[in-house]
């Protein structure tokens, strides 16, 4: 029998390897930095990114969580992509009482403490702002974004999404946009460098 040519051997390989390998290994971080109209950076802006051919929809059974904690909602701003699960723990010693009236989600748990039994299914795209009935100065909000790429800034403005080589569009909404608003949207190749991003805030 005669041997196999090894530039064969090799084709077979890269071919088996493609089908392993999953999409996810060929991402690269890709640095967006948020800053507003005088050069500041802004924190706990969320940024998505929309990439083709991937699910608008999280993986069945996806849970995030909101947590209540000295009388303050952690985080402020929740990001998560359409069909996850929100938990709604309360770590403080007193009840709350936590609602959204907000289109994209309404919904209400009426005083409690501990964490209730049933979590929130955020189902469509869009920001719940989330209050509590009984302590009026909490406020937060709960963006869902169809993309499985998001992530929320830190004090420096900065935030890294894990990204596919590729023209993308990203897009970054503050608090100040109000829930009506789906962000401000910015075309991009990724993997050409940071991506600086001004936005207006009140």
């Known amino acids: 029998m005669p ?3 090894p530039t064969h051997r090799i084709s077979l390989l890269a071919a088996c390897t493609a089908l392993v390998l999953p999409w ?12 507003d109209t005088t050069g500041r950076p802004v924190k706990a802006a969320a940024v998505s990114a929309l990439v083709r ?10 849970q995030a969580q909101m947590g209540q904690r000295n009388k303050t909602f952690e985080p402020s701003v929740l990001v998560i992509q359409t069909g996850t699960q929100v938990s709604f723990p309360n770590f403080d010693t007193v009840r709350h009482h936590v609602y959204s009236f907000s289109p994209a989600r309404p919904f209400e748990i009426k005083l409690y403490s501990g964490t209730p039994s049933l ?7 869009g920001t719940a702002t989330l209050g509590c009935n009984i302590h009026d100065r909490m406020l937060a909000y709960v963006h869902v974004v169809d993309t499985p790429y998001f992530g929320v800034s830190d004090a420096q403005g900065r935030v890294t999404l894990d990204l596919p080589a590729g023209d ?9 946009m109000g829930e009506k608003s789906a ?4 075309r991009f190749t990724s993997g050409r460098g940071p991506i600086g991003v001004t936005v207006s805030t009140p």
């Open 119 to 125: 979590p929130v299914l955020f189902d469509k795209a």
């Open 24 to 35: 996810g290994a060929l991402a690269a971080p890709q640095v967006f930095t948020v800053t």
């Open 183 to 186: 962000g401000q949207e910015v």
């Open 168 to 176: 993308h569009v990203a897009r970054i909404w503050t608090p100040g």
């Open 3 to 5: 041997a196999s040519h």
């Open 53 to 62: 051919g991937t699910p608008t929809e999280a993986p069945a059974g996806t």
